[in-house]
């Protein structure tokens, strides 16, 4: 005979326990690991794999990501990939479907979900920048066709699970992408942190150990290198992301196609040559950040010199600490209230005037598009000769590693 209440009494303990019956902290640990997964398959799937074709993923994990996905996003493959690459295409301009430059940071944080569905509504969007991204069977008839129908699967689970705690969970994992991926790094990745790279855009990395977010917090460096499958590049640097992606690479399920370029020193060369600006503007932006370095140690070095003469204090003292901060920039990117400063450190002190300008001619060794090779190699000879013969120490020291470059 059925006893009922034993019936009802475990009716009663699976809405709360869920078949699992799990502690508190056992649903915790889980979650975590489950938000995890996830922001690894954005960033190893969507985002290196298709968005940038950075890595080649054999069908088992390249179809696992895209299950998982499902159940915990509900984002279209296509959408992503056609949104984020307009988003580098535009990237800080009106038409940027998410930049805080354009948009404002609030808007980002607020309303950075709804900003990217409404561009991946556009179909223009989805045409010109959605192009070669899964198109079978179960992408046109389950993923794209019932997309809101895995993340209500995903609830189902959890409460089956872990009961009336797994509501909890699940509001997790819907917010977990949102709050992680849209508002802080497509928003404060372009607002705050630091900056290896002068990318052409306002991306910053937001921290310098990639884990939380599965390596996306190094926002400047993938903004230089877009291509690449690793994203960290110093090395007190960590990507998770391409930790998992090595790791496949070694049992044969990724293939990295390419990695941060890196500027190699050989021997010391009379003069530079065609091969040597071949490997200057291959490698720009490793070129400029070292540059930066020597500017900044020539501002700590005035810093140091008005200190031994016993000043640490007063208007030269802190045009130069600004100067510190500052000098190394792209002149478009210094902010219109610290240019004063800039320009009163460096009429304390000419060299630092001499590295600026010598600074911004050597970058227009790539940006300058209507020279000849030719003339462009005349140019850097010109330019490391009056850098050796400028008696500033850091500019000879430079020079001299630049003849030293080869592609």
Partial sequence: MIDFQTVIDALVHWGAHGVLSASGWTVLAVTLVMTHLTICSVTIFLHRA???????????????????????????????????????????TPE??????????????????????????????????GHNTPNDWIERNLYTRFSWQGVALMMIINLTLFGAIGLTVWAVQMAWIPVMATGIINGIGHYYGYRNFEAPDASTNVSPWGI???????????????????????PFEFDIGWMYIRGMEMVGLAKA?????????????????ARTLEAIIANRYEVMANYAKEL???CAGEVARLKAQGSTAGKAWSDLRVAERWLHRD??????NVRAALESAMAHAPSLQKLVAMREELRQLWTRTNVSAEQLVA?????????????????????????????
Avoid at 57 to 79: C, D, N, Q, Y
Avoid at 219 to 228: A, D, F, I, K, R
Avoid at 379 to 407: M, P
Wanted: net charge positive; charged share 25%.
């Fill in 50 to 92: 298709q968005a940038h074709r950075a890595v080649d993923l054999h069908a088992i994990p390249s179809h696992f990501f895209r299950f998982w996905l499902w159940l915990t996003t509900g984002m279209v493959t296509k959408e992503f990939v056609a949104v984020h690459r307009k988003h580098h295409a535009k990237c800080e």
């Fill in 257 to 273: 196609r390419k990695t941060p370029p890196q500027l190699i020193l050989g021997e010391l060369k009379a003069v530079a040559d």
């Fill in 96 to 129: 940027d479907p998410h930049s805080p430059q354009t948009r404002g940071l609030k808007a980002l944080l607020l309303t950075g979900v709804e900003l990217y569905r409404a561009e991946a509504k556009i179909p223009e969007t989805l045409a010109k920048y």
């Fill in 212 to 234: 939380l977010i599965g390596g996306e917090e190094l926002h400047n460096n993938h903004h230089t290198y877009p291509t690449s499958a690793k994203f960290s590049v110093k």
């Fill in 331 to 336: 002149a478009e990117k210094i902010p219109a």
């Fill in 296 to 298: 900044r140690r020539a």
């Fill in 379 to 407: 140019d850097l000879q010109d330019w490391c000769k009056r850098a050796e013969d400028s008696g500033i120490a850091a500019l000879r020291e430079f020079s001299l590693q630049l003849r030293a470059a080869r592609a």
